[in-house]
């Protein structure tokens, strides 16, 4: 319980390497997840080499831009987009590990016709791999933050990390020790987003 109430999302990290056995034990947590037909639908790449972890983030800054100034709905202004820029310059999401969450599709448990149900499953199993990773490390002090960015640039990250055959880009996890205090973000009040019967 203390993970997840610790959990938000952290985006700056210190210089500082993730042991070992912690990293391993965030990894045995995500595979704790419940997932569908019990198939174990995931592949995790952990990045920890250098020049690696710095192509990484360089996606992550393409992607973030490619976001806020192509995808989204609401455009950001050319300042706001310098400002953006200048925390990348200060380290903005440069983490010592990725943990890169892939949805392994060779692993199929449902006929053909109903793939569309397949995906779905397949990718809600990951998903709460992931956030059991998120929840195991904010109860070891680790900080994390699911990027999603990445998914406009599924190509890059996979010509960078050569994946199996058949593994969809699920979510990229920076993992490391948070720089700064980080707050749990505000909620909406339980009483709008729930509905009693
Ligand atoms: C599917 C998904 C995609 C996300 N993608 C990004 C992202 O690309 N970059 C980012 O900074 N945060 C990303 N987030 C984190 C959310 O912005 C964050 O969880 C939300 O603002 C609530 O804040 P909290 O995690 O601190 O509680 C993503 C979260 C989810 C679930």
């Not at 393409?62 to 300042?79: Q, T």
Request: charged residues 35%; glycine residues 6%; positive net charge.
């Amino acid at each position: 319980m203390e993970g997840i109430f610790r959990r938000c999302s952290v985006r700056l990290f210190e210089d500082k390497p993730v042991e070992e056995g912690r990293l391993r034990r965030v990894l045995e947590a995500a595979i704790r997840a419940p997932n569908a037909m019990g198939l174990e639908q995931w592949f995790f790449i952990v990045v920890k080499r250098g020049d690696v972890v710095k192509r990484i983030w360089e996606i992550i800054r393409d992607a973030h831009l490619f976001y806020y100034e192509r995808a989204r709905k609401k455009e950001l202004k050319r300042e706001q987009v310098k400002k953006l820029l200048r925390k990348f310059d200060e380290g903005l999401y440069l983490a010592p590990v990725y943990v890169v969450a892939y949805l392994d599709e060779r692993r199929r448990g449902l006929k053909e016709e109903f793939s569309d149900v397949e995906f779905l499953w397949g990718v809600e199993s990951v998903a709460a791999a992931v956030e059991n990773m998120m929840v195991a490390a904010a109860a070891m002090g680790l900080g994390t933050c699911w990027i999603g960015v990445v998914n406009f640039m599924e190509d890059k990250i996979n010509r960078l990390l050569n994946p199996p055959d058949g593994c969809k880009l699920i979510a990229v996890v920076p993992v490391g020790y948070p720089k700064e205090e980080v707050k749990p973000r505000p909620r909406k009040d339980l009483e709008d987003i729930c509905s009693l019967v």
